[in-house]
């Protein structure tokens, strides 16, 4: 049969209510090797209507790889995530679809009716984050009337009581996760800010050496630093999705301390046990060795805070490189390290003929005092947290 004859059948069955005949011609057609999108979608369909979950999510998963904005496809997808009470990732996924939704036309009665239930789902969500982050504000000791007025202020960016100002900038600060009100705007850090990096930059050979006898070991440490998933909908491709050509060997990995990597570089761990790392239950700090192959880049992006600074000191770098943040570019010199604001637009690039390495590190901007930190640490672990509780007390 062909892929038209397959998909053709299970619609029919599907419009009949047999469902579980529906499930065996689609389950056929994947098979057979002729599976498109649309008879994913049919699998996926069939088998939520006869329960099986796990197999939806697997059909629906398909077709977002093939088609990451399929409104069928996002909101079974956010269905499921949401069923599973991973609120987090259905909330991602229910903005999408709205965000969407705006662009299209004629919209069919069902999906008016989806959308709607989306948006509904949605307005629930937030209510829930909001207590949720309260009772985690609260434990932590909020006050409003103690708390610095930036704080304040972002918060209520947070929760969509305000909104921040246009700056006005070609490349302003653009945080995913957390933005905090009145912070300098800045490309590059001052140095002689962060009085610890010429200690860093004196023991260049020595981290180097821990890297080489870590590359010795193994090549399996480094892996691509950018995974694909489909926890979190795709709103945008990069070429270094999945590549050998951007990888790297975590000694920490979003606040989780990486025991064999550690192990492998003690004197680096140690180094790093000294600076103001961002401890921020599973969301920081990561460092990390982080290998470019000669001639790939780094595409454009922008981190999950403003809050904090990415710090980098180049190990081994040939010819040809270097990083731009915002409208500041500089070349990339080994043992000449460096700390940026990552929520301003930067990229990277390796045009030499060898890769570069350097190790990355994320630490607080030193402007934020002790309660702004712990207040932002625990907004941060509320937001990590949002839904994980509720699957914990299932």
Not at 34 to 62: F, M
Request: proline share 5%; aromatic share 8%; hydrophobic share 40%.
């Amino acid at each position: 049969m062909t892929e038209a004859q397959y998909f053709q059948q299970g619609v029919a069955e599907l419009q009949a209510g047999r469902t579980a005949e529906a499930l065996a011609i689609f389950q056929q057609a994947v098979a057979s090797n002729v599976a498109t999108p649309r008879c994913w979608l049919g699998l996926s369909l069939a088998a939520l209507t006869q329960g099986n979950v796990p197999e939806a999510e697997k059909a629906v998963d398909a077709v977002l790889a093939a088609e990451p904005h399929n409104m069928r496809a996002l909101i079974i997808k956010g269905d499921i995530l949401l069923g599973k009470d991973d609120f987090q990732n259905a909330s991602s996924y229910y903005n999408l679809i709205l965000r969407l939704a705006t662009n299209l036309t004629d919209i069919p009665p069902q999906l008016a009716s989806d959308l709607d239930r989306v948006e509904t789902r949605l307005q629930q969500l937030g209510q829930m984050f909001q207590q949720h982050l309260f009772d985690r504000l609260s434990s932590a000791g909020y006050r409003r009337n103690q708390a610095s007025a930036r704080f304040n202020n972002s918060l209520d960016m947070l929760l969509g009581r305000k909104q921040r100002q246009d700056p006005g900038l070609k490349f302003p600060q653009s945080p995913h996760a957390f933005y905090l009100d009145d912070v300098p705007y800045c490309t590059y850090f001052p140095t002689e800010q962060l009085p610890w990096m010429a200690d860093l930059e004196a023991h260049t050979d020595l981290i180097e050496s821990e890297l080489n006898a870590l590359l010795g070991q193994s090549s399996d440490q480094f892996s691509p630093y950018v995974h694909s998933g489909l926890e979190q909908p795709q709103n945008s491709g990069t070429t270094l999705l999945d590549s050998d050509d951007w990888t790297s060997a975590f000694l920490w990995q979003d606040g989780i301390q990486q025991s064999e990597v550690l192990a492998s570089c003690p004197e680096t761990a140690a180094l790093m046990a000294d600076l103001p790392l961002t401890m921020i239950g599973g969301l920081a700090p990561s460092v990390l060795f982080s290998k470019l192959d000669a001639g790939a880049k780094i595409d454009p992006h922008t981190g999950l805070l403003n809050c904090r600074l990415i710090c980098h000191l180049p190990l081994t770098v040939p010819k040809g490189c270097g990083l731009r943040v915002g409208e500041d570019s500089r070349e990339t010199q080994r043992g000449r390290s460096w700390a940026f604001d990552d929520s301003v637009s930067h990229e990277a690039w390796n045009n030499g003929d060898e890769p570069r390495t350097i190790l990355l590190f994320d630490v607080w901007r030193p402007e934020l005092d002790s309660d702004e930190r712990h207040l932002i640490t625990s907004v941060l672990e509320a937001v990590s947290g949002f839904g994980k509780v509720s699957q914990s007390a299932g």
